[in-house]
């Protein structure tokens, strides 16, 4: 009898077309160097996007901050009635204040932190009501006559920058911030211009505070990278502010 090759040749195709434990192997072990592959990419891109979103929320503080600084600072030595009133009487000797005295007109004072602390600035002037000249706090005058506020900037234990208002109790304005530094542009010479920058002590021994037209202030904020190859642990923010109201 013969055979039916047919048929063996059938059965041979059906053998040969099933898959083998090693191939599925192969391909589970290709599956997941790709898998490892793309979970390395969404974990790189996750970081990325995380310290996207950090810097940026650093770079806002450090605009929010400038901003509340400069406008205060160029506010000082303001009072609404400059035709019928001189500095002097408007903003009077102020004595025994926490961070420093004032003279007669002047508009701001300092004092210098001891054993590398932070310093402080106070910035002082009046505002009319209703003229919407904010304080360091935001807060704007609306009580129906003229204001004095004593605007206190420093940086507390927790590595924030607050402000106090006429001596009241400090309200942090930003976190993230491990110093403050000021150096005042004063006009030792009495030329009309700057012509050098002292600290506030050097400003207080030489009896200089009438002659300041600027401050430059330096934040420093601590650095959300510093664990980062090459990243220092801090980073400085510098802004020359020049005072608005200064002869």
Same mark, same amino acid.
């Given at each position: 009898?013969?055979?039916?090759?047919?048929?063996?040749?059938?059965?041979?195709?059906?053998?040969?077309?099933?898959?083998?434990?090693?191939?599925?192997?192969?391909?589970?072990?290709?599956?997941?160097?790709?898998?490892?592959?793309?979970?390395?990419?969404?974990?790189?891109?996750?970081?990325?996007?995380?310290?996207?979103?950090?810097?940026?929320?650093?770079?806002?503080?450090?605009?929010?901050?400038?901003?509340?600084?400069?406008?205060?600072?160029?506010?000082?030595?303001?009072?609404?009635?400059?035709?019928?009133?001189? /500095?002097?009487?408007?903003?009077? !000797?102020?004595? #025994? =204040? %926490?961070?420093?005295?004032? +003279?007669? $007109?002047?508009?701001?004072?300092?004092?210098?932190?001891?054993?590398?602390?932070?310093?402080?600035?106070?910035?002082?002037?009046?505002?009319?009501?209703?003229?919407?000249?904010?304080?360091?706090?935001?807060?704007?005058?609306?009580?129906?006559?003229?204001?004095?506020?004593?605007?206190?900037?420093?940086?507390?234990? /927790?590595?924030?920058?607050?402000? !106090?208002?006429? #001596? =009241? %109790?400090?309200?942090?304005? +930003?976190? $993230?911030?491990?110093?403050?530094?000021?150096?005042?542009?004063?006009?030792?010479?009495?030329?009309?211009?700057?012509?050098?920058?002292?600290?506030?002590?050097?400003?207080?021994?030489?009896?200089?505070?009438?002659?300041?037209?600027?401050?430059?202030?330096?934040?420093?904020?601590?650095?959300?990278?510093?664990?980062?190859?090459?990243?220092?642990?801090?980073?400085?923010?510098?802004?020359?502010?020049?005072?608005?109201?200064?002869?």
């Amino acid at each position: 009898m013969r055979s039916r090759p047919g048929i063996a040749h059938g059965w041979h195709c059906r053998r040969q077309s099933g898959v083998s434990l090693v191939e599925v192997l192969v391909a589970m072990v290709i599956a997941l160097f790709m898998l490892a592959a793309l979970m390395t990419v969404f974990l790189n891109l996750r970081g990325t996007v995380r310290d996207q979103e950090r810097l940026a929320a650093l770079q806002d503080s450090e605009r929010l901050v400038m901003t509340m600084l400069a406008n205060t600072v160029q506010s000082a030595g303001y009072f609404p009635d400059p035709l019928n009133q001189v /500095a002097a009487d408007a903003l009077p !000797a102020l004595a #025994g =204040g %926490a961070f420093g005295d004032f +003279a007669a $007109g002047q508009a701001l004072v300092g004092q210098s932190g001891a054993d590398g602390t932070s310093d402080t600035l106070t910035a002082r002037f009046v505002t009319a009501s209703g003229d919407g000249i904010m304080n360091c706090q935001g807060a704007a005058n609306a009580s129906g006559a003229n204001v004095a506020y004593l605007n206190t900037f420093a940086v507390n234990a /927790a590595n924030e920058l607050t402000c !106090a208002v006429n #001596g =009241g %109790a400090p309200v942090p304005l +930003a976190g $993230g911030i491990t110093a403050l530094r000021v150096r005042y542009g004063t006009d030792t010479s009495n030329g009309g211009n700057v012509d050098t920058y002292l600290s506030a002590s050097a400003v207080t021994a030489g009896a200089l505070w009438g002659q300041v037209r600027s401050a430059r202030v330096t934040l420093t904020f601590a650095n959300p990278f510093a664990g980062q190859p090459g990243q220092p642990a801090t980073l400085g923010w510098t802004q020359t502010i020049s005072l608005m109201n200064r002869p």
